[in-house]
Structures are given as C-alpha cells and as structure tokens.
C-alpha cells in the first residue's frame, strides 16, 4: 500500500510523491496547475452583406431627407 510521502508545486506542476517503505518515493504524479479561465464573452454575429446594405439606404434616404427639407448635416 502507498502513501504520500511529500506533496510540492515545482515549475507549474503539483508534485506528489508516493512512498511504499516510508523512506522514499516509488511514484511521482505531476499535474499541470491550470489559472481558472474565466467563460468566454459571447460573440455578436456581423451583419450580414443585406443587412450593411438595407442600413447603407436607409441612411442614405434618412440624409436626402434632411437635405430637401433645408436641414444640414441632421441638425436643426
């Protein structure tokens, strides 16, 4: 039966070694110590080509508006 004889964190790793006689290790495990990732942000989906060019109209006829109504640049 083993136990540990010594538990460390060495270069990343957190180190544990197992002994069967008391004295010294018959087995070392390494695991690799991991930062918590925080969730990734969701990503917004880009606009599709007819959706760039349904908004490209819509201010363009917004500006043609305002220019035969005497209004320049949108402002009263």
Do not use: F
């Not at 197992?18 to 990734?40: C, H, N, R, W």
């Not at 490209?56 to 949108?74: D, S």
């Amino acid at each position: 039966m083993s136990h540990i004889l010594r538990e460390y964190d060495e270069d990343g790793y957190h180190v544990i070694e197992y002994t069967s006689d008391g004295k010294k290790a018959s087995a070392i495990t390494k695991t690799l110590i991991v930062d918590d990732v925080p969730e990734p942000l969701p990503i917004e989906p880009a606009p599709t080509v007819e959706e760039m060019q349904a908004q490209t109209l819509i201010n363009t006829e917004y500006l043609i508006t305002m220019n035969e109504m005497g209004i320049e640049g949108g402002k009263l």
